[in-house]
């Protein structure tokens, strides 16, 4: 699932209506939600502020289930620092997220796009950054908090944060250039028709990366392998080490069908009866290697 | 290719960062307080950073020098020392301890090398027959272009003279051109070959130079003076055909003429800390290795004893017939 977290319902606007997200009623939640009917897409609206943005977060994911293979994108407004290469209207991605008192935080930059690099300081109310030189620099209200409460749930590479800006974050702009309400939405959403695209291609990358590391054993084998353990009445820690072993064997080509048919094929009258004898049984019948170049 | 690179602000400003930068014109450099914010973050992914590789140069305020793992063998050391001052490498070895041991996947590598030298300087007084493995955590000689690292060690070793002393570069890159960067006279840098079979390589050693480039370095580091060992180690017995592979490793190294003139062949079993294996098995899933059936002793994986036997003097005999090897010189791990 692709999580997508917000301050203000104006940020989620355009990605809730293109992609069809209905707000979910009667949920126990400190904070708006908006799911795909696939489950595909979440939107959360969390408030402003730091608080808002750690605890909505939290109950958010709570809610949904997060974990490993899921994604956070955190998306916003921002203001940027003076001439650090940032205007009003870029996408900026954060590849480095700050905040007073608070340890910095590193988001993988592994799936999707760059854009543009920046970091992202969070702040309680707007007031003057300013950029060390290497980056480009913006100021937002809630980024570092939504990612600690989201790094709980999901690892960095899973972490996302795209900011548009929206006015300077300087006290040498007159009013930071600050834009009125109507200006700011129009901005939002052109950022999100550039955005809508890319966030399909993260959420490929992101499955198609994450598929790869999962273990599964072909489907007739798995049945076999349960009905094995249930016949050999299998502790948890053997039925691991079966499953290894047979997991082992279907990676280096060697057929293991056989050898759990044949077990299961075996009377209840032949099967050693204790425990013990059912382990020698085990190693002996399914455990040993069948190479031919072992001892 | 590494797009992004953590530097360490402390570190920013050294030669050594300023070279590494300088070699990565295309990459975005992010200043960071601590290498650590980086380096431990929670929740990592560690095939997938592999993958996608990023570098983080820091400054090592811990220590640089350990004694040797139990694991490792020492060859016949009195005294067996490894420095780290690198994580990581480009390989992506299906065995490799690294991806049990370390949080993250990124290449990791420290600027203040001269912190470093001043600590093994203490370390190598006490020492008598004294090996010193630099490249364990790392493959330094495979990112020479790199980091340069393998010439701070030639100068450093030529400045020892101090009989008794090996200090270790250990790789799996066929490169030949960084042998020239380095010095023999000192007879104290010893380069060595990690190698396997063919098979091995190729099916559990991804983004690695071939067996054949390997053995041609090995042979090219011997004719420019050079102390050269091999190790076998971990030896890979995986399903039928391993005896066949090693057979023609040892051919291999027959066939070059190298094996009577190695300083030393290190051999042994697979094996690796039982905590390290379950994450293995978590992260590279698609390996056979990490599945294959282990017993655990002393909170170690490694081969049961009769097999590890059967397969460490079959590969032996292979060495000593086939590749030409005096017995003195192979160097069998034993736990």
């Known amino acids: 699932m692709v999580i997508i977290q917000t301050a203000l319902y104006l940020e989620a606007k355009t990605p809730i209506e293109y992609l069809k997200l ?30 808002n943005a750690c605890a909505g977060t939290a109950a958010a994911l709570t809610y949904l289930g997060a974990g490993r293979g899921d994604l956070f994108i955190n998306f916003g407004i921002a203001g940027a620092a003076d001439d650090c ?124 990366a994450f598929e790869k590391n999962a273990r599964e054993l072909p489907s007739e084998v798995l049945t076999l392998y349960e009905n094995v353990c249930e016949k050999l009445s299998l502790s948890y820690s053997n039925r691991e080490i079966l499953k290894n072993k047979l997991w082992k064997d279907c990676l280096i080509g060697v057929s293991v069908k056989d050898r759990l048919y044949e077990v299961l094929g075996v009377s209840e009258d032949e099967l050693p009866k204790d425990k013990k004898g059912r382990e020698a049984f085990l190693k002996e019948r399914l455990l040993c290697e069948s190479g031919g170049d072992n001892p | ?57 820091g400054v090592n305020r ?74 364990y955590d790392n493959d330094i000689y495979a990112l020479e272009g790199l980091f340069g690292y393998v010439k701070m060690w030639s100068d450093f070793a030529k400045k020892q003279n101090r009989q008794g002393l090996t200090i270790e570069v250990r790789t799996k890159c066929g490169t030949k051109s960084f042998i020239d960067r380095a010095d023999s006279s000192s007879g104290v840098l010893a380069f060595t070959w990690s190698v396997s079979s063919a098979e091995n390589i190729r099916r559990f050693e991804p983004q690695t130079s071939p067996l054949a480039a390997r053995l041609d370095a090995a042979a090219y580091a011997l004719a420019k003076g050079f102390r050269v060992r091999l190790a076998l180690d971990p030896a890979i017995a995986l ?36 905590d390290y294996l379950k994450i293995m098995r978590r992260n590279a899933p698609n390996s056979p290795i990490p599945f294959d059936s282990y017993d655990v002793i002393g909170g170690t994986a490694c081969y049961p004893k009769e097999k590890e036997i059967y397969v460490t003097e079959y590969i032996a005999e292979a060495l000593r017939s086939r590749a030409g090897v005096p017995q003195d010189r192979i160097f069998l791990f034993d736990r």
């Open chain 1, 22 to 51: 209905r707000e979910a009623k009667n949920v126990p939640l400190p904070v708006r939600l908006f799911c795909s009917d696939d489950k595909r897409f979440a939107a959360v609206v969390t408030g402003t502020g730091s608080l």
């Open chain 1, 85 to 208: 290469g940032l205007c009003i209207g870029d996408i900026a991605r954060c590849v480095k997220c700050t905040a007073e008192g608070e340890r910095p935080f590193y988001p993988d930059i592994i799936f999707g796009s760059r854009f543009k690099l920046a970091e992202i300081e969070t702040v309680k109310k707007v007031t003057d950054i300013s950029s060390d030189g290497c980056l480009p620099k913006a100021a937002d209200m809630e980024l570092c908090h939504a990612f600690s409460a989201a790094n709980m749930f999901l690892g960095p590479e899973s972490l996302i944060s795209y900011k548009v800006i929206s006015d300077y974050a300087s006290k040498t702009a007159e009013n930071g250039g600050r834009l009125d309400e109507k200006a700011v939405e129009t901005l939002v959403s052109a950022a999100w028709k550039k955005l809508l695209p890319e966030i399909e291609k993260v959420s490929e990358e992101a499955s198609s």
């Open chain 2, 1 to 57: 290719m590494i797009d992004i690179v953590y530097v360490e602000k402390e570190a920013m400003n050294t030669p050594f960062a300023k070279g590494v930068l300088e070699k990565i014109p295309g990459a975005v450099t992010v200043p960071i307080d601590r290498w650590e914010d980086v380096f431990y973050r929670k929740k990592q992914d560690y095939a997938l950073q592999k993958k996608n590789r990023k570098l983080i140069v």
């Open chain 2, 62 to 135: 811990g220590g640089f020098v350990m004694e040797g793992s139990d694991n490792c063998q020492s060859a016949g050391a009195d005294s067996f020392y490894y420095c780290s001052f690198a994580k990581n490498c480009i390989g992506g070895c299906d065995y490799c301890y690294l991806q049990g041991m370390l949080r993250s996947g990124y290449l990791l590598a420290f600027a203040n090398m001269d912190d470093c030298f001043r600590e093994v300087e203490k370390v190598l007084n006490k020492g008598k027959k004294t090996l010193l493995a630099v490249s």
């Open chain 2, 239 to 274: 399903g039928s055909g391993w005896k066949e592979g090693y057979d023609r490793l040892c051919d291999e190294i027959g066939a070059r003429g190298i094996g009577g003139r190695l300083d030393a062949v290190m051999l042994g079993g697979f094996r690796i800390p039982a």
